[in-house]
């Protein structure tokens, strides 16, 4: 069970690690299009995607770790 738990964290680690690294490089991306303004393009693309997507429960933000209660 332990193993498994080391497991799982390592994958979490992994994948974490892997999120951050995308989004620097879609940041980096999205600053040489759009000079000074990268994360405020990378905040309205989310915005619109989340805004299109249909709530499931409407006491829970879409984001992990925020709550609208």
């Known amino acids: 069970m332990i193993a498994t738990a080391v ?3 390592k994958e979490y ?3 974490v690690k892997e999120r951050v690294r995308l ?3 879609r ?3 999205e600053s040489r ?3 000074g303004r990268g994360e405020e393009k990378i ?3 989310w915005k619109v995607e989340h805004a299109l997507k249909p709530k499931t429960d ?3 933000s879409n984001t992990p770790g925020l709550s609208r209660a």
């Open 7 to 9: 497991a799982a964290d």
């Open 13 to 15: 680690r992994r994948l």
């Open 23 to 25: 989004y620097d490089e």
């Open 27 to 29: 940041l980096r991306l």
């Open 33 to 35: 299009r759009f000079p």
């Open 43 to 45: 905040r309205a693309d």
């Open 58 to 60: 409407p006491t829970r």
